[in-house]
């Protein structure tokens, strides 16, 4: 049995020979590359020496700009055209002799004659005056009522009211009325008509107490009157 001393001994023996093996295939390794590097170079300097050969050229494609076209057939088609019929020509329209047109043999009669004689006169220029004759007052427009919304049947309305000298009437008022939801509608109906005033001795003049009925007429769905 080898102790601890021995085997210390030999390891401390072995060490230079196991460094020089290992020197020695570091070399060989060197060398090797450092050849293969040397061969490489070699290489490539004969590679650039060489003489380049340009390869041959390709012949060069040719294309024909206007190409020949042969000549067309022109294909030809015969036909017979049948005989035309020979038409009648009409004869000429008739001669109508036209009388000559024969001057007149009486003289002309002679229209002139003496001038008679104008005397210019002077016209004096006034002020018109317009005189307008008497007359009572005349409507010039009536709107009609608006038929109230609650009335269910027809109705009517007795109107009383004056005319100012302008044709507007004022002092409306409604004496009866079949009822009463048709009195403000009749009232508002009148306030906007519009008269021609009164006349007398030439001069406007208010009308008093004109009296008028305002008629409500309300239909049915087949338009018939419903009675008040």
């Keep these: 049995m080898i102790d601890a001393t021995q085997a210390k001994n030999a390891h401390t023996h072995d060490s230079p020979s196991a460094a020089r093996r290992l020197t020695m295939g570091r070399m060989a390794a ?7 590097t040397a061969g490489l170079f070699v290489l490539m300097a004969a590679l650039i020496r060489e003489e380049f050969q340009p390869e041959d050229t390709l012949e060069l494609a040719q294309y024909e700009i206007n190409p020949r076209v042969d000549d067309i057939v022109v294909q030809t ?3 017979t055209l049948s005989k035309m019929p020979v038409l009648d020509i009409p004869p000429p329209p008739p001669v109508v002799d036209i009388p000559a047109t024969q ?13 008679p004689d104008f005397t210019p006169k002077t016209i004096k220029f ?13 409507p010039i427009l009536r709107i009609p009522p608006q038929m109230p919304p609650r009335a269910d049947r027809s ?7 004056n005319v100012s000298v302008e044709g507007q009437p004022y002092d409306v008022q409604a004496t009866s009325c079949s009822q009463s939801l048709f009195t403000g509608a ?22 008093l107490g004109v009296e008028t009925r305002i008629s409500f007429q309300l239909t049915d769905e087949r338009g018939r009157v419903i009675p008040e």
């Design 30 to 36: 060197g060398i090797g590359a450092g050849a293969v």
């Design 77 to 79: 088609r015969t036909i």
């Design 103 to 115: 001057k007149p043999s009486e003289p002309i009669a002679d229209l002139g004659g003496a001038k």
């Design 126 to 138: 006034e002020t018109p005056v317009f005189v307008e004759d008497d007359r009572n007052v005349q």
């Design 155 to 161: 109705g009517h309305c007795m109107m009383r009211f």
């Design 186 to 207: 009749s009232v508002r109906a009148v306030q906007n008509w519009r008269y021609r005033p009164k006349i007398r001795d030439g001069q406007p003049r208010p009308y």
